[in-house]
Structures are given as structure tokens and as C-alpha cells.
């Protein structure tokens, strides 16, 4: 089941390919990110200058829209894709500059998101069909998607800093001092955990 994870590991070798297909969408509009499944690409966007948003999704063999969805704020990144369910971050309230500021990580009973603002700042875990708050982590600024993988969340602060948080309780597990900033998100592969900034990367064990 995709879990945001950033690692495929039973994917076969990927060969190098050309342009199978183009889908072209109306002028205008800003393409904010996308995520795709054996069947289906889901894809984000807006109109410039418009509050609102929109998702579509293709079919992954040919490119052909199957359906259009109008979303009520603007995307601010990739949708996270699990079953049939699409989780897209999308801007918060404009008078208090809240929002969601990289796409969620998904299982099969949590979405968990980072938001970012007066109103609301932290890592929060939503109930995956009703979207009420399972628990709660006030504070940090979480800029990058995080990872879930096994038991844990893991988050790269905006700040030098990986951390695990138990994917069920919100506890803290573990974290791993980078010396620098500007984390990127994690990736895991091969039960190893890789994270990088824009001077080094580091794998843990």
C-alpha cells in the first residue's frame, strides 16, 4: 500500500524511456504537483490568481482525463495517494497565513500533516475517514513531506534535525542532529533511512 515512503522497493528496474504520452491542460493554470498509481495519475493544480484549485485524474496508459474535481482552496503540493483516497495539502485561512506547507504521508489509519502558521503549527494525525485530530505535536516547522515507514513518522525540521515519532502515539523516538540546515525530506530503502541537506547526506542504519 503507498505510504509516501519515497522508496518502491519491489519496483523492477526502470529503463530509460522517451515521451509516451503529453496531456496538455488550459492555459493558465499552475501545475502544483502530482502522484501516480499502477492505474492513475493524480495531478493538482490552479489558475493563477484564483483561491480555488483542482484535481484531476488521468489514465496512466494513455494520458486521458477520467475525472475533474474542483477543490475550494489552492494546492500547495503533491497529493499522497492511498487506495482510493488522494490527500492534498491546501492553503489555510489567508488572514492567518496558516497552511500545509508539503503533501501528507498516509496509512491505513492516519494522514499526518505539518502546518504552518498563527493558528496552527506542528505535526498532527488525522483519523483517515473523519479527519479529527488523534494526536498532536505543537511547535515544529516541518517544511518537507514526512515519511511513515514501519512504526514511525519520520519529519526533517526546518532546522539541522531528523526526527522519529511513533506513528500511533505521536511519541518521540529518536532524532539525528545533521550539523546544517535546509534538511531534505527523507528517503528509505534496503531498511536504511537516507537524509540529506543542500552540503551533505547521510544514511543511518
Known amino acids: 500500500m503507498p505510504q509516501n515512503t519515497n522508496a518502491v522497493p519491489d519496483q523492477p528496474t526502470l529503463t ?24 492513475t ?30 477543490l475550494d482552496r ?9 487506495d482510493s483516497i488522494a490527500a492534498t495539502p491546501v492553503l ?10 508539503a503533501s501528507p504521508a498516509v496509512d491505513n489509519n492516519y494522514v499526518y500533516i505539518a502546518a504552518d502558521g498563527s493558528a496552527a503549527q506542528g505535526i498532527y494525525a488525522l483519523d ?17 513531506p514526512m515519511v511513515r515507514v514501519e512504526d514511525v513518522v519520520l519529519a526533517s525540521y526546518d532546522r539541522y534535525e531528523l526526527v522519529a515519532f511513533d506513528a500511533a502515539s505521536g511519541e518521540r523516538q529518536w532524532g539525528k542532529v545533521m550539523y546544517d540546515s535546509d534538511l531534505f525530506a527523507p528517503a528509505v530503502g534496503r531498511s536504511r533511512i537516507f537524509s540529506g541537506t543542500r552540503q551533505q547526506y547521510m544514511r543511518l542504519p
Open 128 to 144: 483517515r475517514e473523519t479527519g479529527e485530530s488523534q494526536w498532536e505535536i505543537p511547535g515544529p516547522n516541518i517544511p518537507e
Open 92 to 101: 489555510g485561512d489567508d488572514h492567518q497565513r496558516a497552511r500545509i506547507p
Open 74 to 82: 489552492t494546492p500547495t503540493g503533491p497529493p499522497a495517494l492511498a
Open 16 to 39: 530509460a524511456g522517451g515521451n509516451y504520452w503529453t496531456t496538455a491542460f488550459e492555459d493558465g493554470i499552475e501545475i502544483t504537483g502530482l502522484a501516480a498509481t499502477a492505474s
Open 41 to 70: 495519475a493524480v495531478v493538482v493544480g490552479h489558475t493563477s490568481g484564483d483561491h480555488n484549485g483542482n484535481l484531476t485524474t488521468l489514465n496512466i496508459d494513455d494520458g486521458s482525463s477520467d475525472t475533474t474535481h474542483e
